[in-house]
């Protein structure tokens, strides 16, 4: 006789029904969209798309050009200029707009240049071992006592019109070194583990661990390192035109910062000159913040749950899932039979 399994329950005398999860019409179809349906995740894609859609067609689409001058000297935010004027009559919001791009660009390929190195090198070396891990190592340390800043202010000091691809390079291939020592360090610990064994016993190649056993339990900290480099590589840029370095003949939101502070902004009350290029900095940092919390929600089911699980009994009962906390419900006072099974009584129902 073939029972379907939805049909058993398990019964424990004094204890019960034990608790069975419950199953929502339609689960695993959203079990394929559970990283998009994150309220955190979708929102931070959300606001990183309008970055990189100004950053694409921000000079395109300014009302203004921003470094043309009008007799709008210091106009506080209005319907013609809606982030004001600066000491000059340019438009502060075609400044921003023009200035997305080039902090999107150099965080960009600064984060994924220092994402690559890292996985190579630390995943490599935290694998393989032996030689490679005491090279890997050695190469991590060297990298890791070169300051990114100073190194780009001499770069940019020597090369005329360095151009923001040259200091995300630089960023890049600087900023490394600290990710790929989380990498070997977790790398490490997974290589041991019973699947890796197994697929090693099974004949699986190397470059197939690798790909297909190791780095999916590094996600969480990829993007973690990934998101670190980027923030690092988008306020380095800012810093960089803040103080003067880079070119200030071209826009991104520290050089409007220069400018701000060089004019004296803050002592004139002219705060719409300074907050937008720093809100925009901030909401960048945080947009990439959710998507961090996202994946590191999707990839722990811990996280997944927290809260948000639900199991139910033989009795109908629901009862809500809490990260480090297992519900014990109290049985009935007696469990009604099931196909020929006596009904056991309650026996003090504690909980």
Known sequence: MTISPSSI???IPGQGAMAQPSAAPGRSKRRRFRFLANAKTATGLVVL???????IIGPWVAPYNPDGRSSDVLQAP??????GTTHLGQDIFSQILVGTRSVVLVGLIAGVLATILSIIIGVTSGYLGGLADEAGSALS????VIPALPL????????????DTLVALIIGFTSWAWGARVLRAQTLSLRRR??????????ERTWRIVLFEILPNLTAIIASGFVGTVIFAV???ITLAFIGISSVSSWNWGTILFWAQGQQALAQGAWWWFVPAGLAIALLGTALALI??????????????SGGARIRTADGRTARMRVGFTPVLAPPAAVPAQRGMPAVPNEGGHR
């Open 9 to 11: 329950e398990q019964v």
């Open 49 to 55: 798309a309008c970055y990189g859609l100004f950053a």
């Open 78 to 83: 209005s319907a013609r200029h809606w982030f």
């Open 141 to 144: 340390n060297v990298f890791l």
């Open 152 to 163: 780009i202010i001499i770069v940019t000091s020597i090369v005329e019109q360095a151009s």
């Open 194 to 203: 019973d699947y890796v064994e197994a697929a090693r016993a099974t004949g």
């Open 235 to 237: 306020m380095s840029e």
């Open 292 to 305: 961090n919390f996202g994946i590191d929600e999707f990839v722990s089911p811990r996280l997944r749950s």
